[in-house]
């Protein structure tokens, strides 16, 4: 067995992958003892996609839209499964059944594995490479907020660029077929962002690789490689179109969309232009120098944390400057809630407190880090190296760098405003991913090309090398001795929050102080010295900081320099071997050392800190006294509810996703809530920052909601009227309870006193309620002002459905918009008069007697019953989300339009008599891209199959060749 071919052809990469499992089950190893990453971002997208899995576990089939979220959305961004699609069983296949996050870091292992191969570069570098890949902080940081399907995109994107580099390189079947097949795997986990920055890469190599063929004059070659790499391309891209059709035009009305408005809010906001504005896209990108994170991840303090964390460089420091100690004591003492001094108190009255993070983001989880070794094997190769993908590398490696700036000039505001689709993207410094891909390609390339001694430049390549080398560690020499030539050591708001704190200390000292005046100037003079003392000890541990990790970088560099030195000047082979495993060793410790820091299996208090129970992750919301109460007050509306819950509970243990909870109760709990949210419809909204969290969707239809692509016309809704509505209840209800809290102190209040006050607040809620027309229209039902008190019932809530008097005709957006500030909402609508033919007023008032009441709700269908005792043709309001694709209206099973009302709304005409009314959801886009997707995915088979056959075919010739001769 040892002697046979297909062994030793095997056992290098068996060994390899048997690597990459054991340190992606190391890394992430809770996860074999029953746990999983808490990932917040999965939380979030449980809670906008409930509603959806449960009718899906019920019904066995899609729910297309989703009221969960604001006020309703569809859920092709959500959760839709798009079962016609082959490639989500293949994707599934690669993963090798590893659990959670293992089985996705290991997918960015063999992703990078298999670049090596298709690069020709043989088991151990395509090992050290995908080592160096998958154990990037990107990987790390987004698997462990929950952006899984990001990770997963990235996973496939080298193998994607390996297999169009093999076809380019003479090996078209086999190529075209690894080219498809990963980039029809990235398609498929369906981050889209990931896609399109892949494509820089692929059309810069497919340029200079494109130059080589028209140098050599080989144009017949160029023709057909591009015909096998094309409809490889149509082939890959064909399996996903029922996501990306239902995508694209789903987009058209998002943020990401263009905007019928052309006023803005008060608060601003973006409503003229074609896609997200650029300060939206910049909002988390680097500011000048930030990009040196990739090299040294400290060098802008790499994580959010407070600065009192750095324990080692602030012990270092104390030696011989004791206002650091005192400054680590005090801080220590106040960021536990005891400020000491009227500073401390200041800044933190203001959120303002000493943080290790001194970027311009507003948050960040820890620097896009790719390793100090790794990128200086990179950049002496694209000096060194006669590999022609050098170039194409360089040139994507320098636009991914001004691209990741903040700021919106140069290269920024020309890809914004005219490359196609650039400013459909957010957070746009993800482009740093393509130095990922192209790091450990290049770096590994290079050492191939020192072992065998093929560099560029002939006899000078050593000189060439050393020069090189000896200005890259220079280079990082200079920012280990000054780390301030990153840029300045503090940002624009750090600097401008203390300049106000300073400017108040008069005004707050006097009021602090109004009985102690000879003590103003004397504590002012103490808060002035105080500040200065902060700024200049935060200035000198942050200092401390990025110059510890940029000498640690600056020994990796140097540990980079060495090795090639020795494949240099040690011509000895077997040294060359021994080297492999050595630089396998330095890439695993530089990389994951620096990744352990953002997220670890460390423990606190006997638990893990990213870790939960997998029973706490499949259940991860527990009901709070709020929603209990509106469950409460809403199931005897739905007369077959306990058969509901049963039926929704059956459900809920065939479909095995609740396994891991083992407390019965809570999920009887879950399938009560859940059949009352697929047997009602009525909406939530939880103050605080409703907009930003989809905690309540997973128990309610919520007024907010969280998602990158909400409608567009109901985001405008939130800037110019939800959000000031929602700020007036807030300001209420705190005004309320700090009164009450005034009142409880006093002693002297009696029974009857208590019960008039709590009359004349109820009757104040109640008016405050009314003035909500906004939120009244879109049936705004309970309104949580504390989730650990009863809802609030909002008696003014429209409701489903309603006749209104009169219809307002508008000329335009703008006025119709304009419109809803001062409408009365239960008596009047405003529309734009092109929609009068489909939505007017009636020619006689609405009959106290009329009445439109929801007899069923389920995602995809809302029936109701209408009465119109007027005598005449009425419109009604109906409180769901307009969207123009996919929504039909039939009356007594006969089709009528519809029109938008109020801006977000839906309205119809109502003939006179008793009549049912239909709302179906069934867009065309889905049942077409369905078609599409089998035929892609037979097109896809038929393809991959046939390039096995004509690779077998081309081994047979070459093996009866070889026995001929």
Not at 399 to 414: D, R, V
Not at 640 to 649: A, G
Request: hydrophobic residues 45%; contains cysteine; glycine residues 8%.
């Amino acid at each position: 067995m040892l002697k046979n071919p297909y062994f030793q052809l095997a056992w290098p990469h068996a060994i390899a992958v048997a690597v990459l499992i054991a340190i992606a089950a190391f890394y992430f190893s809770p996860i074999m003892k029953g746990y999983d990453l808490e990932q917040s971002d999965i939380v979030q997208w449980k809670g906008m996609s409930q509603e959806l899995m449960n009718y899906r576990m019920l019904h066995d089939e899609e729910g297309l839209w989703t009221n969960s979220m604001f006020g309703g959305m569809p859920g092709y961004q959500v959760s839709t499964e798009h079962n016609a699609n082959i490639l989500r069983p293949i994707l599934l296949f690669f993963r090798l059944g590893l659990p959670g996050a293992i089985g996705t870091l290991f997918l960015c292992f063999i992703g990078y594995y298999i670049l090596g191969l298709c690069l020709r570069l043989g088991p151990w570098y395509s090992l050290i490479g995908s080592i160096a890949f998958g154990l990037a902080t990107i990987n790390i940081l987004y698997l462990g907020a929950g952006h899984t399907g990001k990770v997963t995109a990235i996973a496939f994107m080298a193998p994607t660029l390996g297999g169009l580099i093999l076809a380019l390189r003479g090996n078209r079947i086999l190529g075209s077929a690894v080219f498809m097949l990963f980039l029809g795997l990235n398609i498929a986990a369906n981050h889209l962002q990931m896609t399109y920055y892949l494509a820089f890469l692929l059309v810069a190599v497919v340029v200079g690789e494109g130059v080589k063929f028209v140098l050599n004059k080989k144009f017949k070659e160029l023709a057909i490689t591009a015909g096998f790499l094309g409809l490889a391309t149509v082939a890959a891209v064909l399996p996903s179109a029922s996501n990306l059709m239902a995508t694209q035009e789903y987009g058209e009305y998002t943020t990401r969309g263009s905007s019928e408005l052309t006023i803005k809010p008060e608060s601003g906001g973006n409503t003229e232009q074609e896609g997200l504005s650029g300060s939206y896209i910049l909002d988390y990108n680097y500011a000048s120098g930030e990009q040196w994170g990739i090299l040294i991840p400290n060098i802008k303090g790499g994580v959010s944390k407070p600065l009192t964390e750095y324990q080692d460089e602030i012990g270092s420091l104390s030696k011989s400057n004791k206002e650091i100690s005192k400054f680590n004591k005090d801080w220590k003492q106040a960021m536990q809630g005891k400020p000491a001094s009227y500073f401390q108190l200041s800044m933190l009255q203001n959120g303002v407190y000493p943080t290790a993070y001194w970027g311009d983001q507003n948050f960040t989880g820890g620097a896009f880090y790719f390793g100090a070794f790794i990128l200086t094997l990179m950049v002496l190769g694209l000096v060194g190296s006669k590999d022609s993908l050098k170039w194409p590398f360089l040139i994507i490696g320098i636009l991914a760098l001004m691209l990741c700036q903040k700021e919106m000039t140069g290269m920024n505001e020309f890809f914004i405003n005219k490359i196609p689709l650039y400013n459909k993207f957010r957070d746009s410094k993800m482009i740093l991913v393509l130095i990922q891909v192209m790091a450990g390609a290049m770096a590994m390339l290079f050492l191939k090309d020192l072992k065998e001694g093929q560099l560029a430049f002939g006899e000078k390549a050593k000189k060439v090398l050393i020069g090189a080398s000896a200005v890259w560690i220079l280079a990082l020499g200079f920012l280990y001795l000054s780390p301030s030539a990153a840029g300045e050591i503090r940002n624009e708001k750090e600097i401008e929050s203390i300049v106000k704190i300073k400017e108040a200390a008069p005004q707050m000292l006097k009021e602090q102080l109004a009985d102690s005046p000879d003590q103003i100037n004397e504590q002012l003079a103490a808060f002035n010295e105080e500040a200065e003392d902060y700024e200049g000890a935060v200035y000198s541990i942050r200092k401390e900081i990025a110059k510890k990790d940029s000498g640690r970088s600056l020994l990796l560099a140097f540990l980079g320099v060495l090795v090639i030195g020795i494949f240099l000047f040690v011509k000895n082979k077997s040294v060359h071997l021994a080297m492999l495993p050595v630089v396998g060793l330095i890439v695993l410790f530089d990389q994951l050392s620096v990744s352990r820091r953002y997220l670890n299996t460390d423990m606190e208090k006997g638990k893990y800190a990213s870790f939960i129970q997998e029973g706490d992750k499949q259940l991860p919301v527990k009901p709070t006294k709020a929603d209990v109460s509106i469950l409460l007050a809403e199931i005897k509306n739905v007369s077959t509810f306990d058969e509901e819950v049963k039926k929704l509970k059956q459900a809920m243990d065939a479909s095995g996703m609740y396994g891991a909870v083992k407390n019965q109760k809570n999920l009887d709990t879950l399938a009560q809530f859940g059949a009352l949210g697929l047997n009602s419809d009525y909406r939530v909204l939880k103050l605080g920052n409703p907009f930003n969290e989809a905690r309540t969707s997973y128990y309610h239809k919520s007024i907010g909601g969280y998602h990158g692509a909400k409608l567009k016309r109901y985001n405008e809704l939130i800037d110019f009227y939800l959000l000031s509505q929602i700020q007036s209840l807030t300001a209420f209800q705190q005004s309320k309870m700090e009164y009450l809290q005034s009142l409880s102190q006093l002693g002297n209040v009696t029974q009857a006193m208590a019960d008039s006050i709590f009359m004349v607040l109820d009757s104040q809620e109640m008016k405050m309620l009314k003035d909500q027309n906004v939120l009244n229209m879109l049936n705004t039902k309970y309104i949580i002002f504390s989730p650990e008190a009863d809802a609030n019932v909002n008696k003014w809530s429209c409701g489903n459905a309603w006749f209104v008097n009169e219809v307002k005709q508008v000329n335009s957006a703008d006025e119709e918009m304009l419109g809803l500030k001062d409408l009365n909402v239960y008596n009047t609508a405003v529309a734009q008069s092109k929609y009068q033919s489909v939505f007017h007023s009636g020619s006689s008032a609405v009959d106290s007697t009329s009445s439109v009441i929801l007899k069923k709700y389920a995602t995809n269908e809302l029936v109701y019953e209408a009465v119109n005792n007027a005598g005449s043709e009425m419109p009604i309001v109906f409180s769901e989300i307009y969207y123009p694709k996919g929504w039909k209206c039939t009356v007594d099973g006969q089709e009528v339009e519809y029109a938008p009302v109020n801006y977000v709304l839906r309205g119809i005409m109502m003939p006179a008599g008793k009549h049912e009314v239909i709302w179906k959801f069934e867009p065309e886009v889905w049942t077409k891209g369905n078609t599409i997707s089998t035929a892609g995915s037979i097109l896809f088979c038929l393809l991959l199959g046939l390039s096995g056959f004509g690779l077998w075919r081309n081994r047979k010739q070459v093996g009866n060749e070889e026995k001929s001769e």
